[in-house]
């Protein structure tokens, strides 16, 4: 399995992959998979990478903005999806740890967050593995199908950005434009 970044032409991959976990209905509310444009406008462009493995999309994760204020520029929610015929093989920790926390901290960013079904323990433990910790849950938080879903919220602070150190560590992620806050 390779990491790499993101390519325009990975689109059609990852919207499948993306498309996979709607139907299966443990990673998300949204009910269909939005278009190209509006994926890569809800991702913050320098985090966002892609698991291979012989020439196919094995999954993907990236980053998205948590608010537009500058105050929590870095601060991101990540997001990991990977392919029906992966899942179990460690693609999403690979993902999510070897990869999406290290690219992130290189873009100054101090906290990743997470909401996820409480259901979804896969993706639970991945983050534990990673090094996230449980600070709540919102309990019947929104309606899937017509059944109410409980999210748990997670959060990974970074040890070498946002710490006390004496040369400063890295700068935060530019805050971009108006439109843009995380460009």
């Not at 460690?90 to 990869?99: E, H």
């Not at 070498?160 to 040369?167: A, I, M, Q, S």
Request: proline residues 4%; hydrophobic residues 40%.
């Amino acid at each position: 399995m390779k990491i790499r970044p993101m390519r325009e032409e990975d689109a059609n991959a990852v919207l499948a992959i993306y498309a996979e976990g709607i139907e299966d209905g443990l990673a998300t509310f949204e009910a269909q998979c939005p278009s190209w444009e509006e994926w890569r406008e809800a991702h913050i462009q320098g985090c966002r990478l892609v698991a291979e493995g012989e020439g196919t999309l094995l999954g993907w994760a990236a980053l998205s903005p948590v608010s537009r204020r500058a105050c929590y520029r870095g601060v991101a929610e990540i997001t990991v999806y990977v392919a029906r015929s992966a899942r179990g093989r460690g693609v999403g920790a690979a993902l999510l740890y070897y990869a999406l926390v290290e690219v992130s901290e290189e873009a100054g960013f101090w906290t990743l967050q997470g909401a996820t079904f409480e259901d979804n323990t896969a993706s639970l433990l991945a983050q534990e593995s990673c090094g996230f910790r449980v600070v709540g849950t919102r309990e019947r938080i929104g309606q899937l199908d017509g059944q109410w879903k409980t999210t748990v919220l997670t959060e990974r602070r970074s040890q070498v950005v946002g710490v006390n150190r004496p040369d400063g560590g890295p700068e935060p992620p530019s805050t971009g434009n108006a439109d843009d806050p995380y460009a």
